[in-house]
Antibody, heavy 121, light 107 residues
Framework: QVQLQESGPGLVKPSETLSLTCTVS????????WSWIRQPPGKGLEWIGY???????SYNPSLKSRVAISVDTSKNQFSLRLSSVTAADTAVYYC???????????????WGQGTLVTVSS | DIQMTQSPSSLSASEGDRVTITCRAS??????LNWYQQKPGKAPKLLIY???SLQSGVPSRFSGSGSGTDFTLTISSLQPEDFATYYC?????????FGQGTKVEIK
């Protein structure tokens, strides 16, 4: 059974960089896409971006100038960095595995439990 | 960017009711539409992928239909554990986008 676990600071100061890591267990990070998704308190879901195990990435244009996702296949981990954070970046951050079906069919089949990151001084 | 709009935003229903949630895309996404269930304090759970394919382990009372711009999630007989918020998500083009959610509450 694949499991994902987010880790990182729960509090980040404004203008600093948010850094989170997702550790994958029960399966290999290879041959899959991996994604970050966030959810502000009481609001809906926002896709942040994805990374393929080989390192290719795609980001949400709304965050593109501030976001970077990287992968470390030797550790079965992938990571998120979001720079110049503000209070609007306060959210529960989820990591998820992306399953590729046919054509443009991509869906999130395994999720981490989520980690709340608060941006505050 | 493709916008996803769900309706209604919330609904009240009783156990045993048939429930239908609609998701509309701002342009055609053919069948690249997924549905998730989220309970308070928990991560979303995949229910339906590619508009109508049931994810392994998901009860058969859940079904999805539609293509193009209009999609439907149906719960044939609402069970106590189905009270949750439901989200649709398109993967036709990036940025992948979710609907705003539909909260299913107890009547």
């Amino acid at each position: 059974q694949v499991q994902l676990q987010e880790s990182g600071p729960g509090l980040v100061k404004p203008s600093e960089t948010l850094s989170l890591t997702c550790t994958v267990s029960g399966g290999s990070i290879s041959s899959y896409y991996w994604s970050w998704i966030r959810q502000p308190p009481g609001k809906g879901l926002e896709w942040i971006g994805y990374i393929y195990y080989s390192g290719s990435t795609s980001y949400n244009p709304s965050l593109k100038s501030r976001v970077a996702i990287s992968v470390d296949t030797s550790k079965n981990q992938f990571s998120l960095r979001l720079s110049s954070v503000t209070a609007a970046d306060t959210a529960v951050y989820y990591c998820a595995r992306v399953r590729h079906g046919y054509g443009y069919s991509y869906y999130f089949d395994y999720w981490g439990q989520g980690t709340l990151v608060t941006v505050s001084s | 960017d493709i916008q996803m709009t769900q309706s209604p935003s919330s609904l009240s229903a009783s156990e045993g009711d048939r429930v239908t949630i609609t998701c509309r895309a701002s342009q055609s996404i053919t069948s690249y539409l997924n549905w998730y269930q989220q309970k308070p304090g928990k991560a979303p759970k995949l229910l339906i992928y590619a508009a109508s394919s049931l994810q392994s382990g998901v009860p058969s009372r859940f079904s999805g239909s539609g293509s193009g711009t209009d999609f439907t999630l149906t719960i044939s007989s609402l069970q106590p554990e189905d009270f949750a918020t439901y989200y649709c998500q398109q993967s036709y083009s990036t940025p992948w986008a979710f609907g705003q959610g539909t909260k299913v509450e107890i009547k």
